[in-house]
């Protein structure tokens, strides 16, 4: 095979005599070398090979191979050896090179990226996280490169408590005025801050909407109200959890509000959850009252009878397992847990003394627990301060009544319900009369119905 034969003569003519040589002679046969290979799909092609088209039986050829950038290139079949006959198809095969991507990165970064990329298969590079910072990559995509590359990831902080930041516990702990103020700044959502703090860095400004989680302890924080909200406290609106915690602070209104205000220590308005927390204050203000009496007390309203008190909160539910011991000297109306207070109230004890002082002849309401209950569960709340109407001069009008209870000053709906509620505090009616004293009582001022239904 591949191989013609011819005879240096053909035959023996007649008349021909004597010894004759005839000589075999073997030519090898020329064969068609077709290529088979697909030059498009390379972007760059940075050698060409010049390989035979025709080939000569019993020759051996290895043919020269394409170079292009990121790609490895054989021929099927990679020669041609002394034996091979007849014409020949070979195939070109690109296969791409598999790079190795490496990541710069800090510890506990979450990188989402692959580690190999090749030509054909660029890898665009998903951003990675990083608790605290933005993550950016310092090249976009594997376009364009050639070869194990590095990829460098740069870090911007979003987070300006980073810095308090627990790995190990996943919670933000807070040990300095500084970084306390430093929670008016961040995205508290979705975050657990455990402070403990003595704040002695002037007045706090309420913390405007929280939406994590707090525990801890907070002192020395004076408060004064925002008079343009209609809500105040040291968090101004609750959307989170509050457990666990304990402010001692002083909180004096010293303007009037626009409309109405409603002031609690710990929040303005309870939408999320508090469990376990206390008020107190191992720093009380010192107020001398018309009488000339001077007495210490937590929370003092002598100015705007339109901001209404809570030892804990201004308004809002959901409290559990909460205590105040807060006193409170105020001219609107007031509460030990809450001024306006609805949904579940658990277990909650006051034992601050409210003090109520009418400069106008309008009727508030005051309440041990609440001045205001509007609708939910009250269980197990028991009131231990004393309530003092602390007028000096009796009030000349018979439509002033103020709403007094043990418990709560007054509730208007069918859906408010009270079991196991006591009051173990005294009321002091001071100089109202027995018809102006009407709605003082021991447990509920003014009821609407029966809370026991």
């Not at 500084?178 to 508290?188: A, G, K």
């Not at 101004?236 to 509000?257: A, H, M, P, Q, Y």
């Not at 409309?259 to 206390?278: D, L, S």
């Not at 009131?383 to 007028?391: Q, R, S």
Request: with cysteine; hydrophobic share 30%.
């Amino acid at each position: 095979d591949g191989y013609t034969f011819e005879w240096s003569r053909v035959g023996i003519e007649k008349g021909t005599t004597g010894d004759i040589t005839v000589i075999g002679t073997w030519s090898p046969k020329d064969y068609y070398i077709e290529y088979d290979v697909d030059l498009s799909r390379p972007n760059h092609i940075s050698y060409r090979p010049t390989n035979p088209a025709i080939y000569a039986a019993g020759t051996e050829i290895i043919f020269d191979k394409y170079e292009a950038d990121g790609y490895k290139f054989e021929w099927i079949p990679a020669k041609i050896d002394k034996n091979t006959t007849g014409n020949l198809t070979v195939k070109g095969i690109w296969t791409p090179i598999q790079y190795n991507i490496n990541y710069v990165v800090w510890e506990r970064t979450e990188n989402p990226n692959v580690t190999k990329y090749d030509v054909e298969h660029p890898v665009v590079f998903a951003q990675a996280k990083h608790y605290g910072y933005e993550v950016t990559w310092n090249i976009a995509s594997t376009v364009g490169c050639i070869g194990d590359i590095t990829v460098t990831a740069s870090y911007k902080c979003v987070d300006s408590l980073i810095k308090c930041y627990n790995w190990d516990t996943g919670i933000y702990e807070i040990k300095n005025l500084f970084d306390l103020n430093e929670l008016h700044n961040v995205d508290t959502k979705g975050k657990i801050f455990h402070v403990d703090v003595d704040y002695r860095g002037g007045i706090w400004t309420g913390l405007p909407n929280f939406y994590g989680t707090l525990t801890g302890s907070v002192r020395y924080v004076r408060i004064i109200p925002d008079i343009s909200n209609s809500v105040y406290g040291f968090i101004i609106i609750n959307s989170g959890r509050i457990i666990d915690f304990e402010l001692d602070c002083t909180v004096e209104v010293r303007g009037k509000s626009v409309g109405y205000m409603y002031v609690g220590a710990i929040c303005g308005f309870n939408g999320g959850e508090m469990i376990r927390c206390t008020a107190k204050s191992s720093n009380p203000i010192l107020y001398t009252m018309p009488n000339g009496q001077t007495i210490e007390t937590g929370i003092l309203n002598t100015v705007d009878q339109s901001a209404y008190i809570g030892g804990l909160v201004g308004s809002g539910g959901d409290i559990k397992d909460c205590k105040n011991y807060l006193d409170i000297y105020c001219i609107g109306g007031a509460g030990g847990i809450g001024y306006s207070l609805s949904g579940e109230i658990s277990n909650c004890h006051n034992y601050g003394t409210l003090r109520y002082y009418s400069t106008y002849e309008v009727s508030k309401e005051v309440g041990g627990i609440a001045a205001r209950f509007d609708d939910g569960t009250m269980t197990d709340c028991n009131n231990y301060g004393n309530i003092l109407f602390v007028n000096e001069e009796a009030i000349s009008s018979n439509r002033f009544n103020p709403y007094i209870g043990g418990i709560i000053g007054t509730y208007y709906t069918d859906y408010a319900y009270v079991e196991n509620c006591k009051n173990y505090g005294t009321i002091d009616k001071g100089v109202l009369t027995q018809e102006q004293a009407y709605y003082v009582r021991d447990l509920f001022g003014d009821e609407y119905s029966d809370p026991y239904h």
